[in-house]
């Protein structure tokens, strides 16, 4: 691919690579309210301490700064957040190490190594922001 197109690439994939980014994290944020009982008890399972608390704080922080980085509004500090947000889930949610009743961890697994990607790509969103396209850049 020539560096011409990639140029004339670069808006359009940054747009629908912070968008998509942001669905991942708003949708399973609205997800939990509708579904708040069984992700508390999914939780418990895996051992997750003040589970209500953290769920009903999750919550917003899924939602919030999921549109934050849709719209491009405060992006670097919003891709930090839900970075450290991803890291502690996958260390505490998605822990293959350890055996559930009913779990599988090849599935555990596969959503560590996913979260570190996730989390990898919002390292980079938080490192260099977002600058066009975005409500950021009419700051």
């Known amino acids: 691919m020539s ?6 690439l670069s808006l359009p994939m940054d747009v629908l690579g912070r968008v998509l980014l942001g ?5 399973p944020g609205i997800t939990k309210i509708t579904g708040f009982n069984t992700m508390a008890a999914y ?4 051992g997750v301490p003040f589970t209500v608390p953290l769920l009903v704080l999750t919550i917003p ?16 500090p919003a891709a930090f957040i839900l970075a450290g947000l991803t890291l502690l889930i996958s260390v505490y949610m ?3 190490w350890n055996s559930y009743e009913g779990g599988n961890q090849q599935h555990e697994l596969q959503n560590f190594i996913k979260n570190l ?3 990898a790509g919002l390292l980079i969103l938080a490192a260099r922001g977002s600058p066009r396209a975005s409500m950021d850049a009419r700051r």
């Open 117 to 119: 990607g996730i989390f």
């Open 3 to 8: 560096n011409a197109l990639l140029e004339r």
């Open 61 to 76: 922080i899924q939602i919030g700064c999921g549109l934050a980085l849709i719209a491009g509004w405060r992006t670097r």
């Open 94 to 96: 998605h822990d293959f």
């Open 43 to 46: 939780m418990g399972q895996h």
């Open 23 to 27: 669905l991942y994290f708003l949708i």
